[in-house]
């Protein structure tokens, strides 16, 4: 059980206590974590670290989710979020993905074929599950009020020092307290990158994502269709009953227009984009634009700071790997904090932030790297580009076990699937 340090407590909206704490006299962390951000995978990291028993802050905001946006997650996350104890709070809220289709909308004179990826034919029963963002964190909630090792701060955080002994972080109310090592999942504008030193690398791309959701009066029979056009793909995800979420990349102008029609106009415009195979559509509630960009940070840690999710790693919305790639950040840096904490009862070494960096180079690199070229090679008026795009599709249709390992890879790397 946590109790509080020195300091005094106030009660947040939310019915918990939330306790200023001191660093003690001798210097040592008040917790051996401190997560900063919470989203999915800031969540994550705190639950799956206090799970295993290490004292652990979470310093984020309790923000509800007030927009309809999707996630679609892979079997990775949902393997992980089993672990974690949170897929129960919202199983019966997600819709499986069974079937994947791929659509060449393009128009253009060398065209691929349509590639149709079933997931009974790697022995799944599902690539993974879509659900609304705002179900999949009240799950997480649900979960991380269970733990009593997990200490939450619902507060933005002001300010990171890493002073070498240990972390100092104080929150916007001023709440300071010290932890071994920190955890940066505060996304893309992350304030834990930039106290750390860590410099980005961006990219701006001439492309939006417009994401809604829609109604429709055919059945989607589980079936996720990406169709993929001259200015980016658009992809229809199921959702349960007779819905599915929209993810419509597109140019920045076509996407303000996008979002200034009503409800009937863009369902009608999505009916027409997915050649009405989902029958008559129309759009519900918000809509949203972001534009894309591709961001890499110039290392993963520094000192005892570590980077998760957007803070290390953003690409456009392809092939559902944004979250997915962060998810599998918060479980190696669990699996390697953890595991150093119950051997040394310390996880401040300079190996743990080394394990950490190698753990996730590889992934995040290749994932990046698919990404964009898959994003290039869409949007490429050279030929010889578009050919090779559309042979690399073709062998996915004749070549079995070529399309057996191309599904398998995109629900995680081989090296992951080997561990």
Request: hydrophobic share 40%.
């Amino acid at each position: 059980m946590v109790i509080p340090i020195q300091g005094s407590s106030r009660i947040d909206p939310y019915g918990k206590s939330c306790y200023r704490t001191n660093m003690s006299a001798s210097g040592s962390s008040d917790v051996t974590a401190a997560i900063i951000g919470g989203g999915p995978v800031g969540l994550a990291a705190a639950i799956g670290l206090a799970q295993n028993g290490a004292p652990t802050a979470l310093v984020a905001r309790k923000v509800a989710y007030a927009d309809n946006r999707t996630t679609a997650l892979l079997g990775g996350s949902v393997d992980f979020l089993i672990q974690l104890g949170v897929w129960r709070h919202c199983e019966d809220k997600a819709a499986a993905l069974q079937v994947m289709r791929l659509i060449d909308d393009t128009g253009r004179l060398v065209r691929a074929p349509e590639v149709r990826l079933s997931a009974e034919e790697i022995g799944e029963e599902a690539f993974g599950y879509n659900i609304k963002n705002r179900m999949l964190v009240e799950a997480l909630e649900a979960r991380a009020a269970e733990l009593p090792n997990l200490i939450r701060h619902d507060d933005d955080a002001r300010a990171i020092r890493d002073e070498g002994t240990s972390v100092i972080v104080e929150t916007a109310s001023g709440t300071q307290f010290g932890a071994a090592i920190v955890g940066g999942a505060d996304g893309r504008n992350s304030l834990t990158r930039q106290s750390a030193g860590i410099t980005l690398r961006t990219r701006t791309l001439n492309q939006a994502a417009v994401t809604f959701n829609t109604a429709h009066t055919r059945p989607h029979h589980n079936i996720s269709t990406e169709f993929h056009t001259p200015h980016g793909p658009r992809v229809f995800v199921p959702l349960p009953g007779d819905h599915s979420s929209v993810v419509w990349v597109t140019t920045p102008d076509e996407a303000a227009t996008l979002k200034s029609l009503s409800d009937e106009e863009l369902g009608l415009r999505a009916e027409r984009q997915a050649h009405s195979i989902l029958g008559k559509m129309r759009a519900e509630g918000e809509r949203h634009v972001f534009p894309l960009t591709m961001q890499s940070p110039s290392q993963l840690t520094a000192g005892r700071v570590a980077l998760l999710g957007e803070a290390a790693h953003v690409f456009p919305p392809i092939g559902a790997q944004g979250l997915n790639l962060g998810l599998r950040d918060a479980a190696d840096f669990v699996r390697i904090v953890s595991s150093a904490y119950e051997v040394e009862g310390d996880a401040s070494s300079n190996q743990v932030m080394a394990q950490y960096a190698q753990a996730r180079r590889a992934d995040i690199f290749s994932r990046s790297a698919v990404i964009d070229f898959a994003n290039r090679s869409l949007l490429s008026d050279f030929l010889p580009t578009q050919a090779l795009r559309a042979a690399g599709l073709h062998l996915l249709n004749i070549a079995n076990p070529v399309r057996r390992f191309a599904m398998r890879e995109g629900l995680a790397p081989w090296w992951r699937r080997q561990a």
